[in-house]
């Protein structure tokens, strides 16, 4: 053996549940475990990501048990100048081929049909690149299109604009928080920011890092699902719109710009439900901690959440799991809001719920569950008589 693997090999520790990594979320502020470690040169491919060869440099991602913001911090620290040498080089062509005008075609011409009736409007590319797509708007009838980007085009605009693009840039930030509400800056009091994203898929927990858009050497630090933009909507005072593109909109439009969102797809609003940190509830156990984050076991059948926080439109009720007590026992929950069913299913370790609103304030939230059983019962730990279901991390304080 090499002396210095061997050397490595022994020093790593026993192994440890409280040894892992975690980052927290910043987004949210909730704990963001190690989620996967792919080399820095894995690109956007299906097919062949490491085409190029493994450059041996590890790179960690972390996802957030509440709002499922998976991110590195890898690049936290670098200038712009870093970004310049290391990714946006004479070599990004190769690993993001539509970069040269592709793209920008493309969705120009899909912006088109979507702003039909909005060619008056004030525009502004942000996270521009060339500033294709900006002039390919104005080749296509919008009259008033701006662009700006932090490295090709630097000048910060001076104006406020109706409507804002912005495609294929936030998964390149490692400041999402900062990025939107930069963005934020530049719009009007009736206006819209127009967001083109690849979100996670349904099974990530299962493909984790093998995900293909997960991808450092494209520069993509950051990704989101799509209750992560629900969450970011309403924490910028926002509106988020599902579609294609995606839709942050202020809550009062410009006409054209509404009759245009509107054809666009459903207003969705998103929140996360977790353990009560009140002991007192006899429907959850004590608190306990597996080393690495606070959570309680349900106690009964029958968990409520009594003042839950739901807007008007589509709305998804996440509500995270660590453990179940036997396999299958989240699957066979089911999610009622103010005593009517939602349609429900599990997104990795989340029972997922969706439920359309008609009016917006507090709800009762009650999630039945099969009966809990006792590890005794099931003959795991022979001294547990507790009927246990689901380990649901604590809520904040």
Known sequence: MNPLLEEKLISLPKLKRENAASRTCKICGREAPLFDVVDFNKMCSEDNPLQFGAAGIPVAYYRCVNCDFAFTDFTDDWTSADYSRFIYNEDYIKIDGEYAGARASRTARHMQSVLDGCQHLKILDYGSGSGQFAAQLQRLGFVHVSNYDPFSSPERPHDLFDVITCFEVIEHTSDPIGTLADIARFLSDKGAVFVGETLQPDNIQAIRGSWWYLAPRNGHVSTYSEFTFSYLASKLG????????????????????????????????????????????????????????????????????????????????????????????????????????????????????????????RHGVMLRTPPPVSPKALGTAPQDERPLGLAIPLGPG
Do not use: Y
């Open 238 to 361: 926002l509106e988020f719109i599902r579609g294609a593109p995606f839709v942050f909109a202020r809550p009062k439009l410009d006409d054209a710009l509404g009759r245009a969102i509107g054809r666009i797809g459903p207003r969705v609003a998103g929140t996360a439900l977790f353990a009560p940190p009140d002991s007192r509830d006899p429907r959850w156990h004590e608190t306990e901690n597996d080393g690495f984050q606070a959570f309680r076991w349900t106690a009964a059948d029958n968990i409520f959440w009594p003042r839950a926080s739901l807007g008007v439109g589509l709305n998804t009720i996440r509500i995270p799991f660590l453990i179940e007590v036997v396999e299958g026992f989240a699957r066979n929950c089911r999610v009622f809001v103010d005593g009517a069913e939602a349609e429900t299913k599990i997104n990795g370790n989340a029972i997922v719920a969706r439920i359309s609103m008609t009016e917006p304030g």
